[in-house]
């Protein structure tokens, strides 16, 4: 909590009307939920979960990152056979994986209908594409065939259901026009439209506080003299690692705020690791540090 609170950068968008702090406390929640029900914790914290994923994707579009990640997590847990997955068969333990990952989309998917109050929900291929187009500045190049050039619509059967909101799939495109045309931004003094793979690790090494880069160094050199690690662990680590790994490709450079939900996961992790640090000195010399 210490690490949290007094980041500096969760403290200068604490201000900032924007769905960035908003899709981050849904990202966590789920994740830490996530890692709760994999543990074996109540069948409760499978649908926090869903919950959590869904309220996160009806925020922003960078939640869309938990998808397939909830499905590996839950699927990897059953093979090999780790926390609520430990007894049983392997069979058996992959499908209640399965079951889970339908219960955690199908959650998501209503929340996402919800949101839009079922309008436009019900659409097939051929409505979506005569359906007249917003007009934004990124989508008036298009001309009203946005979703014909930048999604697989044009692709596939004409009568095939599509399962989300036609407002939804649009602003996905919207977006994907976005990141192909760059936005203009400048990195170490120089002007660029097509962004950098460095920004936002550099970004975030820069403003994150000393003292949590040390605490999490410690937390790998635990892991390495330990040889394993816990699945939270794996789960925290696997999505931050997860969300900077598709930063490298983001041609849109204006702010940290885009791989803010890293930063509570790295604060768990830098926390954890500090606990662990000072559990393992002796008493006097806890006290002391």
């Not at 095939?160 to 760059?182: D, M, N, T």
Request: glycine letters at 6%; charged letters at 15%.
């Amino acid at each position: 909590l210490a690490f949290l609170c007094l980041h500096p950068t969760i403290i200068a968008h604490g201000r900032l009307v924007t769905t960035d702090m908003a899709v981050t406390v849904f990202m966590t929640m789920a994740v830490l939920e996530l890692a709760l029900y994999l543990r074996g914790a109540a069948r409760i914290h499978l649908f926090t979960t869903a919950l959590a994923v869904g309220a996160a994707l009806c925020t922003k579009y960078t939640a869309l990152v938990l998808a397939p990640l909830c499905v590996l997590a839950l699927v990897g847990t059953a093979i090999l056979s780790r926390g609520r997955y430990a007894r049983g068969t392997r069979s058996v333990a992959l499908l209640r994986a399965t079951l889970a990952s339908l219960t955690i989309g199908l959650v998501s998917l209503t929340m996402i209908h919800a949101s839009y109050r079922f309008e436009r929900s019900d659409w097939t291929v051929a409505q979506m594409l005569s359906a007249p187009e917003p007009d934004n500045p990124v989508t008036v190049p298009y001309r009203d065939k946005l979703l014909e050039k930048l999604t697989p619509l044009a692709k596939v059967p004409t009568d095939l259901w599509v399962p989300l909101p036609y407002g939804y799939a649009f602003g996905l495109a919207s977006i994907k026009a976005h990141a192909k045309h760059g936005h203009p931004s400048s990195f170490f003094g120089k002007f660029r439209v097509s962004g950098t793979p460095w920004y936002f690790p550099t970004l975030l090494a820069i403003k994150t506080p000393l003292c949590m880069l040390v605490a999490l160094g410690i937390g790998l050199a635990i892991a390495v003299r330990r040889r394993r690690i816990s699945l939270a662990t794996v789960l925290c680590l696997g999505v931050a690692t997860a969300m900077l790994l598709a930063s490298l490709r983001a041609s849109i450079n204006i702010g940290v705020r885009h791989v803010l939900p890293v930063l509570p996961l790295l604060c768990v992790l830098a926390g954890r690791a500090a606990w662990l640090f000072l559990s393992s000195l002796e008493p006097r010399r806890a006290r002391q540090w």
